[in-house]
């Protein structure tokens, strides 16, 4: 009797992990502990392929475990009587468990691909908007000055205070000084690394006003933790204003030669 | 049930087995004592020396990783032991010595545990015996692919005390952070120690492997065909080929590293660097050429870190399933499958890295399919256990928690491998939980089947199974709690290696849930004392365990406990596959590998094909 409760009390045990498992996930969102907002136009092509994911996986999840669950509470040696079943496999079998796994896979391989393209591939045919340069441990910003063209005298020079319009696409230029760095804006569904000696060009579209967090998702050092920015979207006027205010004081505390000289900026 | 000779003791002459090393006979007792249990090139105590090893810095990775988790849950609070030891202002820990916690966790863990102990000490214990050979093919390259771990110890463990600390720049060491020694205080003398013990792993990686694979080759036992070999040979043999083929582009790497570091020779450092307001360096070269070249041996290592706990894994089912593995032939192949893609697929770690979109695209690809063997796999597991006969020893636990939970690694995968959900969680906590479960709770849950399994033919005796099976309900519990939140705090976009990300508003709210998981980090530590205390006692005071404690089949369950030097006391002849648990008409449950056929068997095993 004991040995029964034994193998129940084991099977149980590997019961309860789809059960808190999927309770965890349950759970999740209505703690806050989730998906956090998204504000951009493509993030909701990452979101719904995530929660796809979620879905197949949490299906092949609960499927497998219960099942494991369940030959550990029914094959119990004590339970069982009689010999295990001789049988050494069965080729129907690993056909059906091959070919469904392939395609779904296969499916999910190229399902994905237009989200990918339109995030990494599908470059806007524009200006940049602003360059970002990251160095230990800050991200330097570069907007073009008053004459609209990036890389001349009267360049905004800024840092950890990025702006940016909403409803249209913004392109960033992305650059390190020193060494790797992630530029990460959670609440627009975009990360990429900023490498030293490469100008990776970065692209969305943002929906809604709103100011958020820039995080550095690469290790870049001893202070990387704090190499926080801020990134404001808001509309095209007040966006505007922003930069006119932004020109203007910039030009008050120095000359547009000087500014050039102080960022350290190629 | 036992082979005719009975003799247990270890001293056992052989005939018919030529054995190196005996030929130096009475030297005086230090020499002996050296030649013995130092010096050793019996395949047997080499393994134990590879598995003693390799608990130890278990246990210091184990420290290492609960002085992160502090940080993680208490950020800047004084460190408990550890900051008198490394004090800071008031033993708080600080930033760059967070940075090289991390660091010289996944080091110590990847470099210093897993691939030693499962190719070191299991793959050395095991392949001569399981193959039915006196030894390895070059004992005295097996030695030296010991010894040379010990450069590799020391370099490691000094690095910690050298000005600068340790490596900081990740396991990964990407540079320029690890190369440009202005960019971070553990890029000094620590990233060069770091290099130099990797090359020493490497060094005594490739022995291991030539040896493996040669013994596996050459030495079986007459009858041991191909076909006829366990799954841990089959994975200890793929092993070793991954290893030989992919271990040379990390140390050519590594060399490559150590000159930008010391020849400023500029590989991977563009030009223009400006690190800490120093321009450095002549450059010339391209960051990301290291990351290619670190993850084309890197993800192969990622199979070299599971398939052998795979293989010892789907025997000891077996075993305590009473039943043959369900599909041997799709099991081996697999594996070989896994091995393969595992070469294409490196890619998917640089999705996030400035590397050509539309190669990402292709690596995706090979990275979806790459689940495909994985799942085969884990389908055959199931299939195993249904209509099995299962004995809930603790070996067998920790086996079926393997597949558990390796489901759960498995799955996690595809959300990484999914190129734009990667966008968000790549470098979150998502792969953080996905990569522990696939290494801690898949290969260290598998090691300690193993290690519950072969055991009494280690010491000849067996481990307690009451403390065996309290040691492994609270790890499964404890590490479920540390590693499964993991999941949802990556979700969140919750970033890998900050030594505080609570100032970030996106994640200040995270900080209970992360004390949380870090008082379930120390409870699986701490449970880890059970584990010592029942494996030291059982080691010297363990009930004495016969030849075949668990009524397996394998060749190595007809030598004795433990086995002398050269193995086995009459030649082993192979008439059968490993499995045969539970064979209808047969006399007794199980055939072992070495029992010649009788006309009955022969009858049913051609019955049920
Ligand atoms: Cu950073
Ligand atoms: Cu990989």
Not at chain 1, 52 to 74: D, N, P, Q, R, Y
Not at chain 1, 159 to 186: A, G, T
Not at chain 1, 192 to 221: H, N, S, T, Y
Request: charged share 10%.
């Amino acid at each position: 009797m004991g040995k029964r409760l034994a193998g129940m009390f084991w099977a149980l045990v590997f019961l309860a992990v789809p059960v808190l498992g999927v309770a965890t996930f349950a759970v999740a969102p209505s703690i806050n502990v989730w998906l956090p907002k998204d504000v951009s136009e493509h993030g909701r092509q990452i979101d719904s392929l995530f929660y796809f994911i979620l879905v197949l996986t949490g299906v092949v999840f609960v499927a497998t475990e219960v099942l494991l669950f369940w030959f550990i509470w029914k094959y119990d040696a004590v339970k069982q009587q009689g010999p295990a079943t001789y049988i050494q496999g069965s080729h129907t079998l690993e056909v059906v468990w091959t070919i469904i796994p392939a395609a779904t896979l296969l499916f999910l391989a190229i399902y994905q691909m237009n989200a990918w393209a339109d995030v990494k591939m599908r470059r806007p045919a524009m200006a940049p908007t602003v360059e970002v340069v990251a160095r230990q441990f800050e991200w330097r910003l570069r907007y073009p000055g008053r004459d609209g063209t990036l890389g001349t005298a009267d360049d905004l020079f800024l840092v950890n205070d990025l702006h940016l319009p909403i409803d249209e696409d913004v392109l960033i230029q992305l650059k390190s000084m020193d060494v790797l760095h992630s530029f990460f804006l959670p609440h627009v569904r975009i990360k990429q690394d900023a490498v030293p000696g490469m100008k990776i060009p970065v692209w969305f579209k943002a929906r809604e006003e709103g100011a958020f967090d820039i995080v550095c998702a690469e290790l870049c050092g001893w202070g990387h933790y704090k190499m926080k920015g801020r990134v404001t979207y808001e509309s095209r006027a007040k966006f505007d204003a922003w930069l006119e205010r932004k020109y203007a004081e910039q030009e008050a505390t120095q000359p547009q030669s000087e500014a050039a000289d102080v960022a350290l900026v190629r | 049930m036992t082979p005719p000779t009975t003799t247990a003791s270890p001293a056992v002459d052989h005939g018919h087995v030529t054995v190196p090393a005996h030929g130096h006979a009475p030297h005086g007792g230090l020499s002996h004592f050296l030649s013995t249990y130092v010096f050793s090139k019996d395949h047997k105590v080499i393994g134990l020396q590879f598995l003693f090893s390799t608990l130890l810095w278990f246990l210091i990775g184990g420290l290492l990783a609960l002085a992160v988790r502090w940080q993680v849950a208490w950020p800047w609070s004084p460190v408990p032991v550890l900051g008198k030891l490394f004090a800071q202002e008031g033993g708080q820990m600080a930033p760059e010595f967070y940075t090289m916690l991390f660091t010289m966790h996944a080091t110590v863990m990847i470099f210093l545990v897993i691939i030693p102990i499962l190719a070191g000490a299991f793959g050395n214990f095991l392949i001569p015996l399981m193959i039915g050979a006196d030894d390895m093919a070059f004992p005295t390259l097996n030695m030296l692919s010991y010894w040379f771990m010990w450069p590799a110890f020391i370099a490691f463990g000094a690095s910690f005390f050298v000005e600068g600390g340790a490596a900081a720049g990740g396991w990964t060491s990407y540079p320029p952070l690890s190369t440009n020694v202005a960019s971070s205080p553990g890029s000094g003398w620590g990233q060069t120690l770091w290099l130099l013990g990797l090359t020493f792993v490497g060094v005594s990686s490739m022995l291991g492997s030539v040896n493996y694979m040669t013994t596996i080759i050459l030495m079986r036992a007459p009858g041991m065909t191909m076909f006829r070999l366990p799954m841990t040979i089959w994975a200890m043999f793929i092993t070793a080929v991954l290893q030989a083929f992919a271990l040379p582009v990390l140390t050519a790497a590594g060399f490559m590293q150590l000159a930008d570091r010391v020849f400023n020779t500029g590989f991977f450092s563009p030009e223009g660097l400006v690190v800490n307001n120093l321009t450095s360096g002549p450059g010339g070269g391209q960051p990301l050429l290291w990351q290619h070249l670190f993850w084309f041996y890197s993800h192969p290592a990622v199979y070299i870190m599971i398939l052998p706990a795979m293989g010892m894994v789907s025997d000891i089912l077996t075993c305590f399933a009473r039943k043959p593995l369900f599909g041997y032939r799709p099991m081996v192949y697999s594996i070989a499958g896994i091995a393969g893609l595992g070469f294409i697929v490196w890619g998917h770690h640089m999705f996030m890295s400035g590397m050509n979109p539309a190669l990402g695209i292709t690596f995706m690809v090979s990275t979806m399919m790459i689940a495909l063997p994985s799942a085969v796999k884990t389908f055959n597991w199931l299939g195993t256990l249904w209509g099995g006969r299962i004995q809930f020893t603790t070996s067998m636990l920790f086996a079926m928690s393997f597949v558990s939970m390796f489901i759960i690694g498995g799955l996690s995968g595809i959300f990484m491998a999914a190129t734009p959900v990667d966008i968000f969680i790549h470098d979150t906590y998502f792969i953080v939980a996905h990569f522990h479960y696939v290494l801690f709770a898949g290969t260290a849950m598998g090691v300690w089947a193993a290690i519950y399994f072969w055991f009494p033919k280690m010491f000849g005796r067996t481990m307690n199974e009451f403390w065996g099976k309290v040691h492994f309900f609270l790890t499964f519990i404890f590490l479920n709690g540390t590693f499964f939140t993991m999941h949802i705090l990556g979700a969140v976009g919750f970033p890998r290696r900050l030594a505080d990300a609570y100032h970030y508003e996106t994640f200040h709210h995270l900080q209970p849930m992360n004390a949380f998981m870090t008082w379930c980090a120390i409870g699986m530590v701490a449970t880890q004392i059970i584990f010592a205390i029942n494996f030291v006692w059982s080691m010297f005071r363990g009930p004495v365990a016969g030849r075949n404690p668990w009524n397996a089949n394998g060749l190595e369950w007809t030598a004795p406990s433990p086995p002398g030097h050269g193995n086995f006391d009459y030649q082993p002849i192979v008439y059968r596959g490993p499995y045969e648990y539970s064979v209808p008409g047969a006399d007794k449950d199980h055939l072992m590998q070495t029992d010649p056929p009788n006309a009955a068997a022969a009858a049913a095993a051609a019955a049920a094909h």
